[in-house]
């Protein structure tokens, strides 16, 4: 695949989903990084906002596995690993393969598990493989997990260790539509139209754009660029905790997705910046003392992209 075709699948990819989804241009885009940059990505927002219908309506466009889970407290980690059932018929334990073998894991209301519950995801974010019983399986290429969460909802919920939250490539915020897009949903559902969408990609041509966005040239400039902002923020006097190298690394291959879908096959600093918000928000932990005056992770990140030198 040469970057003509790249760039033309990416834009099908997007303007399909669009079919479904009123607005929320971004958001699209965004999730499409991560899967090319084979990322996770978390979905925040209040109910009735679309969360679960953009996540599926992503998943519908490409040919690719597809599960679904509700997250509630009862549930067990063995309910997303899967565990070894005995066999009657052979007598012998055969491995009964959970929802998390596949390419795009949709975790609903992904703080209503307990944090055992939790942490069954950690090694698959994180390495794309599976742990049972001793047993390590690899999951499938692509894979990842996309998740919701509602931020106002506190009762019967678990917050989300930070050890978790570091391996979402972008927290996502989703916002009440507009008025226009208010009107235009409303039409929407009153012509009776369910935002139904065409599978476009095979699980090939998946792999072959994720190979692709793997080969856009860094310039050594760049990397320092990652690697100050980041360095910066370690050592900002208003966070408690600044970005981890994994937020650097997430950085690069992210910069590498977005190059690749603006039509370059090369990484500028102007990549970066418009990723950086993405990557940090989450991961920017402000001191107390400096939340009183309400000042979020997102300022912080605006004052490091203000601040921080960028590269000729």
């Known amino acids: 695949m040469d970057m003509s075709a790249f760039t033309v699948l990416a834009s099908q990819i997007t303007g399909e989903i669009k079919k479904a989804i009123v607005g929320k241009d971004d958001l699209i885009t965004d999730m499409l990084i991560a899967l090319l940059s084979e990322g996770n990505v978390m979905l925040d927002g209040v109910p009735g906002l679309a969360k679960t219908t953009i996540a599926k309506a992503f998943a519908s466009t490409l040919d690719l596995g597809f599960a679904r889970m509700q997250f509630v407290p009862d549930i067990l980690p063995s309910d997303v690993t899967g565990s070894y059932v005995f066999s009657q018929k052979d007598s012998s334990f055969v491995l009964n393969r959970g929802p998390v073998f596949t390419n795009l894991l949709l975790v609903d209301e992904v703080n209503r598990a307990s944090p055992k519950t939790q942490s069954a995801l950690l090694e698959a974010m994180e390495e794309k493989q599976v742990t049972i019983e001793g047993s390590t399986f690899p999951l499938p ?153 309400e000042v979020s992770p997102a300022d912080i990140v605006q004052e490091l992209l203000n601040t921080v030198k960028v590269p000729e």
């Open 141 to 293: 290429r692509p894979f990842m997990v996309i998740t919701t969460q509602n931020p106002i909802d506190v009762v019967g919920t678990f917050p989300l260790p930070e050890a978790q939250i570091d391996r979402f490539m972008f927290k996502l915020k989703v916002d009440y539509p507009t008025a226009d897009e208010e009107l235009e949903i409303l039409k929407m559902k009153e012509r009776g139209e369910h935002g139904e969408v065409a599978r476009l990609l095979a699980l090939d041509d998946v792999v072959s754009m994720i190979n692709l966005v793997k080969r856009v040239y860094v310039d050594e400039k760049v990397l320092m660029y990652i690697r100050d902002l980041i360095m910066a923020s370690r050592s900002h006097e208003k966070l408690l905790l600044g970005g981890s190298p994994r937020a650097s690394i997430a950085l690069l291959r992210a910069s590498r997705a977005v190059a690749a879908i603006r039509g370059r096959e090369y990484v500028i600093p102007d990549d970066v910046k418009y990723l950086a918000p993405r990557v940090l928000n989450h991961r920017l932990i402000v001191k107390p003392e400096y939340e009183f005056e």
